[in-house]
């Protein structure tokens, strides 16, 4: 359980329900490995805009990546954004609509977004992304061009801002409510991979590989 | 198929691969409709935050809410937001690193939230959040207080500015590649419900209801 005090910044002070609150890294790099899918949250014309993408880290920091035609990615070089991953583990169903909740596993991290300029660098992320999500896939491909890593935006945020929350368990009902006969617990949900489906294309009697069976989300 | 003159306003418009947008009712209603678990973007101290929460539709709204203790809330009235669902539908793998993607359907909502401020007003709308993710529940509830009704914040945003988009199928290569023996095709990945876990202090005998075993998201 985290302390207010333990928040590396006011924006990932948690105002509310501090129990759920975890900053360490420890807490941070186990949400962050274990769901790709994340929303990323850029200011465009000074407005929100936030669109999902995928996300893998590298140490102490998170990256992703798009077209270098997207205006989002564009823009956001040096500008701050927020990146969140969030796991929906659950409906809690509970005794009054006021404390009906959701478990979850959520991580949000805030910075100034950077572009990895350097191709080669830019190229060693993009392998490290596979390594990441695909063990093994990368080497197995055609090698990718000078021109694809130019159309390749790659964008990567420090981890030294970044709240990770948890709810988990049963609902909490206001005491006195235990007595009615009502119907409560939790109605858990989870993300499965289902068999891989050959492209129609592939050649005949190809395997398919460990990393696309063995693929795992939440 | 849309074309770009489709799109409700200028951050609508795709300015790629329009092929994967929609701008239609039928089209938005659908994906909102098919997964409550969305992320939320403000602006608090010119800043983007991305924070994930439960929404709901009715008519031509999407609806979402919270603690009237929450910052975000509270800031959001009359601010712009934007409200983005998304399925992660699969991981399409390629031949080539660069063709790798992801099947999804995705809806963003932009526009300027409103809080919902009347009480009856705001109570109606917590009754239609049950009555459409978990149809007949409320009314088995203990009654929801004035105290609760206060303290929680109930947002809501026209759909007249969305956009969804969608990807399917099988991977897109270089015509040169498909000659390559390489394994590429579709990992499926989906939501389960699993079963209901009852309440440890549940009343003895108590059936799990039909809206709890039938919820499904995705």
Redesign the interface.
Known sequence: MARKSDAPSD?TRL??LHERGKFDAASVHAVLDAMP?C??????????????T?QWREGDHVYWHG?S???FLRAANAT?????V?M?D??V??????HHS?N?R?C?V?GEAEIVQDPADKTAR?KAM?DV??PG??N???A??DQ?VK??TVLRLPLDEASVKIRTG??S?DEE??A????????????????????????KG????DH?TN?T?G
């Open positions: 924006r105002r509310r899918l929303h990323v949250g850029y200011q465009i014309d000074g407005a929100p805009i936030v669109t999902p995928m077209s035609a997207s205006r701050q954004v927020c990146l969140t969030t929906w659950g409906l169903m509970a005794r009054s609509g006021f959701a979850y959520s949000m805030f993009l596979f999500w695909f896939r990368w197995l491909l055609r990718i061009t694809e159309a390749t049963p609902p009902d409510d235990y009615l006969p009502i119907w409560a617990g939790v109605v858990p949900l989870s993300i499965i991979t289902g068999q891989p489906v050959d492209d129609p294309r592939n050649h190809l395997p398919v590989p696309a693929f989300a």
